[in-house]
């Protein structure tokens, strides 16, 4: 599947409660409250769980990761995933 394809013609790759892994490093957007734009949130490598499943622009997935050393919750697309076999 390309990036710039509609998502959402699709089910979601991952599942709530599936352990994930990032895949690059993940700063803040603007869009994560109380940390400065630019601020990392999550290293490459970093290990997670799906915690909720949401949309963007009637077209991606984001997919709520909650990372346990951080505490974060952080909204990632699924090019930014892989999944933990």
């Known amino acids: 599947m390309l990036y710039n394809d509609v998502e959402l013609d699709s089910p ?3 599942e709530i ?3 994930v892994r990032v ?3 993940i700063r ?3 869009t994560f409250p109380g940390k400065d734009i630019g601020e990392t949130l999550a290293k490459k490598g970093d290990v997670g769980y799906v915690a909720s ?3 963007f622009l009637q077209s991606y ?3 709520a990761v909650h990372f346990f ?3 974060y ?3 990632c697309r699924q090019k930014e995933l892989e999944e933990i076999v």
Request: zero cysteines.
């Open 53 to 55: 499943i949401g949309t």
């Open 61 to 63: 997935y984001i997919y």
């Open 23 to 25: 895949k690059k490093l």
């Open 69 to 71: 050393p951080s505490g």
């Open 28 to 30: 803040n957007d603007g």
């Open 12 to 14: 979601p790759i991952f």
């Open 17 to 19: 409660g599936e352990k």
């Open 73 to 75: 919750v952080i909204g």
